[in-house]
C-alpha cells in the first residue's frame, strides 16, 4: 500500500502547462515566496487543521499568524504555534513528574505502614502507654 504525504513544499504546475511565473497575479507570487521561505526557515508545529487534513507538515515561523501552506494556499489558518520539540519536552516533564509522583506516594505509604507497626508493637511492649495515651487526652 503506498501512502502519500503531503509537505509544506513549493507547489509547482506540470511542465506541459507551460505558465510563466509572469502569467501569476503579483499577490501570488508574494504568497508563493512566503511560503518558500516559511517552508525553508520555519520551524515544525502543531498542525492547523488544513494541515491536519492533508498529512501536511505544518511549518511556521516567528511573528507570524499562518503556516507554510496557508500561506501558500492564501487560506485562513489556525496554526497554535506550538513548536513540536516544546511540546516534546512538556510531555516528558510531565510523564518524570508523575512517576516521582508515584514513587513518592509509594515511600509515603510504606512509611505509614511501618509507622503502624511501629505503633502496634509499642504499645503490647509497654502497656501502661496505654493508660499515659488516654491521661493525655483527658
Do not use: Y
Amino acid at each position: 500500500m503506498l501512502t502519500l504525504v503531503w509537505t509544506c513544499i513549493p507547489v509547482h504546475l506540470p511542465a506541459f502547462l507551460d505558465v510563466s511565473e509572469k502569467s501569476l497575479p503579483p499577490s501570488t507570487i508574494r504568497r508563493h515566496k512566503a511560503a518558500d521561505g516559511i517552508d525553508q526557515f520555519g520551524f515544525e508545529v502543531m498542525p492547523c487543521s488544513r494541515c491536519e487534513k492533508r498529512g501536511a507538515i505544518c511549518k511556521m515561523v516567528e511573528g507570524k499568524k499562518k503556516c507554510g501552506l496557508c500561506v501558500r494556499l492564501g487560506r485562513p489558518c489556525d496554526v497554535t504555534g506550538t513548536p513540536l520539540n516544546s511540546l516534546t519536552r512538556i510531555i516528558t516533564e510531565a510523564k518524570r513528574l508523575d512517576q516521582r509522583e508515584a514513587e513518592a506516594e509509594e515511600l509515603l505509604s510504606r512509611r505509614r505502614e511501618a509507622f503502624a507497626r511501629l505503633s502496634v508493637n509499642w504499645t503490647s511492649l509497654c502497656p501502661s502507654w496505654n493508660l499515659v495515651e488516654s491521661a493525655s487526652v483527658i
